[in-house]
């Protein structure tokens, strides 16, 4: 019995425990089963999320919820992986990348396998996208707004449903483009969120060819950087900052006075409402001075609500969303729940998860795959999910849902302005399609929007037309007088007194002095009378008539000096042989040298280095009134490349032939020729000349900036120096032919002896000169032997002075002899000298002062010379 009862509770005992032990693998069964198949028929697929509940972003608050209403929504459709159950494991991960390390190092090191990961908070989502490559894993975030997440090489599998904080860039380049700004400035706080998205706008705006001429950052204290904004003119002013910089910014844009009118600040649209009316401590501005100074500033925002009411994926409006969010959230207040402008945006990421894995499907069964054969070491799946939300693109609550190559969520930007201390909305921009909705409701300070810079206006200073026209006149004036002159000399160069001062040189002087007078025309000649194309030609006008001009003018008064200075310098006994040399073809062949070397010179520099316009720009100048514009003066010149060797080249020749015709003309002052007889006034004519050529050289090119001046003293040198010249030669023949009637040829001075004898009054003058020579050296001998004689009577005189003792003592001896007797009148001088003063000494016989050679004073005689020579002398 006891046996059997042993037995018995044995296998009582054996059955209880078969029987347990049944029980256990049922109910395991039983939760493998609820795992995967809750319906019959449906496995499950799992989505490892890390919502933010609190921390410096507390998201997950709203985000969780919506996500929460689209995973309901999306396990109820059939059409949508109807073979499939969506569940969400989540964490909060604080916003912490410390914490979110261990929460995802649990999500992956714990079963089941998740087939794709939902991080929100930008540095949280940093380090999952990171690390999700390892793992083969998708990661959607529904709360990452860093630009440094668009990154592909480092997050290759990384997309996100909530925009990057560039997508403000291509907003503001198109209201740029729209208000055609080309030139903007930026000002940003030192964060990595804010360079980076800088450097986005840089390169978007560099292809927009548009310029950020500033570029300023501050950490703390924008003070030195606004006042870099005033001081470089920036206009047009991009603020990257968080909201409490941006009352520091403008407190400072107050006092710098950087608002208004000619200013437009372009700031981020997440700031609240009444952001500027927020007493502040670290500000010393007032509510009113703030209010001023952010009056008009342009916002931009991105869309995280479809303004459209339009039935998407889910098959709700927005506004339906947001009610069963308000209902879902308890009545909590929107405002106090974080996470509430971005719930839209996670509730549309379960949406284009869920539509990217029911696209998968189908190419997945193609090659015998299944969305539940995922593993971390299947990179085939994860392919796939990575193709099919790279091409998502369906209507959300949030709006339109698409990916841009970096994953990144192309949404909405909504612009508002900020006008009477109240925010209006005045547009939208869809990136997606390049379309800017716009109300038109803009307002601005001024009448339309400022500009990007202070407005240039060009102007190009002209001559001024009264000055013109009156040195013209004189111009005018003086070519008149050059073909008088001219017309005269031509029409006596059979008056031998024109002869003789070779016509066909002041033939020459009075041509070139016209071409220089020509010249002022084009000297005055600018942009207001000829078009740019034409300009060139004024330039090659002026300077072959001034150079041509010069070189005939001066270049036939040099010759006439050159000459007169080689063949009349010489020594006297060299003069006959040298005049027979003086030809006309000689003074003709010096003139066409100097004028083929200016021809040469002048055809060289015009065949290399052209003369072309050059535009010379002043510095700009503030017009009167308050005007936003500056005006640029500009002024046009004839330049070529080497403007300058050039002119070195033509002013060292030039000048050389100047300072030799002043030496020439000083060493032939005194020189008096028949052949040349007007080389006297050509040389004063070179003396002005070259004083006003050499003064106004380099005075024209230091006022070549004031085309007033530099015109004025070009143009008056060329008309004082054609007048003097054609003053001093032509004036005084004028004057000598008209006051003596020598208007005759040579033919009829023979007719009148009147005329013949003015005429012959120069060839008797030179006849005289000859013979007052030759009774000079006459004289000359004359006393030299007057000086002889009066030597050897006072030798004389002293013999006979010692022998006089002697003479009286023998007289004294013999007897006295009758002394004789001399007339007294042979003893007087001859008539008109005066007496001898103390000479009582009786001359020799051989040296009577009859002699016509002994004169006591030591003059000659005047009839010691013949009569007809003497009248030469003393005429």
């Given at each position: 019995?006891?046996?059997m009862?042993k037995?018995?509770?044995q296998?009582?005992?054996?059955?209880?425990r078969?029987?347990?032990t049944?029980y256990?693998?049922?109910?395991?069964?039983t939760l493998?089963f609820?795992w995967?198949?809750?319906?019959?028929?449906?496995k499950?697929l799992?989505i490892g999320?890390?919502?933010p509940?609190?921390?410096?972003w507390p998201?997950?608050?709203?985000?969780l919820?919506?996500a929460?209403?689209?995973?309901?929504l999306?396990?109820k459709?059939t059409d949508?992986l109807?073979?499939?159950?969506?569940?969400?494991?989540?964490?909060?991960?604080?916003c912490?990348?410390?914490?979110?390390?261990k929460l995802?190092?649990d999500l992956l090191y714990?079963?089941?396998?998740k087939?794709v990961l939902?991080?929100?908070?930008?540095?949280?989502s940093t380090?999952?996208?990171?690390a999700?490559?390892?793992?083969?894993?998708i990661v959607?975030s529904?709360?990452s707004?860093?630009?440094?997440?668009?990154?592909r090489?480092r997050?290759?599998t990384?997309?996100?449903?909530h925009?990057?904080?560039?997508?403000h860039?291509?907003?503001?380049v198109?209201l740029?483009?729209?208000w055609?700004w080309?030139?903007?400035?930026?000002?940003q706080q030192?964060?990595?969120?804010?360079?980076?998205?800088?450097?986005?706008?840089?390169q978007?705006?560099k292809?927009a060819g548009?310029e950020?001429s500033v570029r300023?950052?501050?950490?703390t204290?924008?003070?030195?950087?606004v006042k870099?904004?005033?001081?470089?003119?920036?206009?047009i002013?991009?603020g990257l900052?968080?909201e409490?910089?941006?009352r520091k910014?403008?407190?400072?844009?107050y006092?710098?006075?950087?608002?208004?009118k000619?200013?437009?600040w372009?700031?981020i649209?997440?700031?609240?409402?009444n952001?500027f009316?927020?007493?502040?401590?670290s500000?010393?501005?007032?509510v009113?001075?703030m209010?001023e100074?952010?009056?008009g500033?342009v916002t931009?925002?991105?869309?995280m609500?479809n303004p459209?009411?339009?039935r998407g994926a889910?098959?709700?409006?927005?506004?339906e969303?947001?009610?069963?969010?308000?209902?879902?959230l308890?009545?909590?207040?929107?405002?106090?729940?974080g996470?509430?402008q971005?719930a839209p945006l996670a509730y549309?990421a379960?949406?284009?998860l869920?539509?990217a894995?029911?696209?998968t499907v189908?190419?997945?069964?193609?090659k015998?795959?299944r969305?539940e054969d995922f593993?971390y070491?299947n990179?085939d799946?994860?392919?796939e999910i990575?193709?099919a939300l790279?091409t998502?693109s369906?209507e959300?609550?949030s709006?339109?849902?698409?990916f841009d190559a970096?994953?990144?969520?192309?949404a909405?930007?909504?612009?508002?302005?900020?006008?009477?201390g109240?925010?209006?909305k005045?547009g939208?921009?869809?990136m997606?399609?390049?379309n800017?909705?716009?109300?038109g409701n803009?307002?601005?300070i001024?009448s339309d929007p400022?500009?990007?810079q202070t407005?240039?206006?060009?102007?190009?200073r002209?001559?001024?037309?009264?000055?013109f026209?009156s040195v013209?006149?004189f111009?005018?004036l003086?070519i008149?007088?050059?073909?008088?002159?001219?017309?005269f000399?031509?029409y006596n160069?059979?008056?031998?007194?024109i002869?003789?001062?070779?016509?066909y040189?002041?033939n020459m002087?009075a041509?070139?002095?016209?071409?220089?007078?020509?010249a002022v025309?084009?000297?005055?000649?600018?942009?207001?009378?000829v078009?740019?194309s034409?300009f060139p030609?004024?330039?090659?006008?002026?300077l072959?008539?001034?150079?041509?001009?010069f070189?005939?003018?001066?270049?036939?008064?040099f010759t006439?000096i050159?000459?007169?200075h080689?063949v009349f310098?010489k020594?006297?006994?060299k003069k006959?042989?040298r005049?027979q040399?003086?030809?006309?073809?000689?003074?003709y062949a010096?003139v066409g040298?100097?004028?083929?070397?200016?021809?040469?010179s002048?055809?060289i520099?015009?065949?290399v280095d052209?003369?072309?316009?050059?535009?010379e720009k002043?510095?700009k100048?503030a017009?009167?009134g308050?005007?936003d514009?500056?005006?640029?003066p500009?002024?046009?010149?004839?330049?070529?490349?080497k403007m300058?060797?050039?002119?070195?080249v033509?002013y060292?020749?030039k000048g050389?032939l100047?300072?030799?015709?002043i030496?020439?003309a000083?060493?032939?002052k005194?020189v008096?020729?028949?052949?040349?007889?007007?080389?006297?006034?050509?040389g004063m004519?070179?003396?002005n000349v070259?004083?006003l050529?050499m003064?106004t050289a380099?005075?024209?090119?230091i006022?070549?900036?004031k085309?007033?001046?530099?015109f004025?003293?070009a143009?008056l040198?060329i008309?004082f120096?054609v007048?003097?010249?054609?003053?001093?030669?032509f004036v005084?023949?004028?004057?000598?032919?008209?006051t003596?009637?020598?208007?005759?040829?040579?033919?009829?001075?023979?007719?009148k002896?009147?005329?013949?004898?003015n005429?012959?009054?120069e060839?008797?003058?030179?006849?005289?000169?000859r013979?007052n020579k030759?009774l000079?050296?006459i004289i000359?001998e004359?006393?030299?032997r007057?000086?002889e004689l009066r030597n050897q009577?006072s030798?004389?005189?002293?013999l006979?002075?010692r022998?006089?003792?002697?003479?009286?003592s023998q007289?004294h001896s013999?007897?006295?002899?009758p002394?004789?007797?001399?007339?007294p009148?042979?003893l007087l001088p001859p008539?008109g000298?005066?007496?001898p003063?103390?000479?009582?000494h009786s001359?020799p016989p051989?040296f009577s002062?009859t002699?016509?050679l002994?004169?006591?004073?030591?003059k000659?005689?005047?009839?010691?010379c013949h009569?007809?020579?003497?009248?030469?002398l003393?005429?």
């Open positions: 019995m006891p046996t009862a037995l018995s509770w296998h009582h005992s054996r059955g209880r078969l029987i347990s049944s256990f693998v049922l109910a395991t069964l493998l609820s995967s198949c809750p319906v019959l028929g449906k499950k799992y999320a890390l919502f509940m609190s921390g410096g998201g997950g608050q709203a985000c919820p919506a929460q209403m689209a995973l309901d999306v396990n459709r949508i109807p073979d499939y159950e969506l569940e969400l494991i989540y964490y909060d991960s604080m912490d990348p410390g914490e979110a390390t995802l190092y714990t079963e089941p396998i087939i939902m991080p929100g908070c930008s540095s949280v380090l999952v996208a990171e999700a490559r390892m793992w083969n894993l959607l529904y709360g707004s860093s630009p440094a997440l668009s990154n090489q997050f290759p990384f997309f996100r449903t925009p990057s904080a560039t997508l860039n291509p907003t503001r198109q740029f483009q729209k055609k080309t030139k903007i400035a930026t000002i030192t964060t990595e969120v804010f360079t980076s998205t800088l450097d986005d706008l840089e978007r705006v292809e548009i950020i300023q950052s501050f950490l204290d924008p003070a030195v950087a870099n904004l005033k001081r470089q003119d920036a206009r002013i991009v900052f968080y409490t910089e941006a910014v403008f407190c400072e844009v006092k710098e006075k950087l608002y208004g000619k200013y437009v372009f700031l649209g997440w700031y609240a409402d952001w009316k927020i007493k502040d401590p500000i010393n501005c007032t009113e001075q209010t100074a952010v009056e500033h931009t925002e991105i869309v609500l459209e009411t339009v889910s098959n709700l409006t927005s506004q969303f947001l009610a069963q969010l308000m209902s879902k308890g009545g909590k207040n929107p405002e106090e729940t996470g509430f971005e549309d379960v949406w284009a869920a539509l894995l029911n696209k189908g190419p997945l069964k193609a015998g795959r969305l593993n070491n990179k799946i994860t392919a990575y193709r790279n998502s369906f959300g609550v709006g339109h849902v698409v970096q994953g990144s969520r192309m909405w930007t909504l612009i508002e302005q900020l006008q009477g109240s925010y209006k005045i939208y921009f869809d997606t399609k390049g800017l909705s716009w109300y803009d307002r601005w001024g400022p500009a990007d407005v240039v206006i060009q102007k190009f002209y001559l001024s037309q009264k000055l026209v013209s006149v111009a005018g003086g008149l007088m050059g073909i008088v002159c001219l017309t000399n031509i160069s059979n008056v031998r007194y002869q003789n001062s070779q016509p040189l002041n002087t041509v070139g002095c016209m071409m220089a007078l020509a025309f084009p000297l005055g000649i600018d942009g207001l009378h078009r740019n034409q030609v004024v330039c090659q006008f002026r072959w008539l001034l150079g041509l001009g070189s005939l003018a001066y270049g036939s008064m006439k050159w000459w007169v080689t310098t020594k006297d006994e006959d042989k005049k040399h003086l030809e006309p073809w000689k003074l010096t040298v100097l004028l083929v070397i200016d021809i040469l002048l055809m520099w015009q065949i052209p003369l072309h316009i050059t535009v002043f510095t100048e017009p009167k308050d005007v514009q500056l005006i640029e500009l002024l046009q010149h004839c330049s070529s490349e300058n060797t050039w002119l070195g033509v060292g020749y050389l100047l300072l030799l015709g030496f020439l000083y060493e032939t005194s008096s020729t028949e052949k040349i007889n007007d080389h006297r006034a050509v004519a070179i003396y070259s004083v050529c003064i380099p005075v024209t090119m006022l070549s900036s085309q007033d001046a530099s004025a003293f143009s040198a008309i120096s007048y003097i010249t054609l003053v001093v030669l005084p023949k004028m004057r000598r032919l008209i003596r009637g020598e208007w005759q040829s040579d033919q009829q001075e023979t007719m002896t009147g005329s013949s004898t005429n012959n009054d060839e008797k003058s030179r006849q005289l000169e013979e030759e000079q050296k000359q004359k006393e030299e007057v000086s009577l030798e004389r005189q002293a006979r002075s022998k006089r003792p002697t003479s009286s007289n013999s007897p006295s002899l002394a004789p007797q001399n007339d009148k042979s008539p000298y005066p007496l003063a103390s000479d009582n001359l051989t002062n002699s016509p002994y004169q006591p004073d030591g000659i005689n005047r009839n010691s009569p007809g020579r003497l009248q030469l003393y005429k």
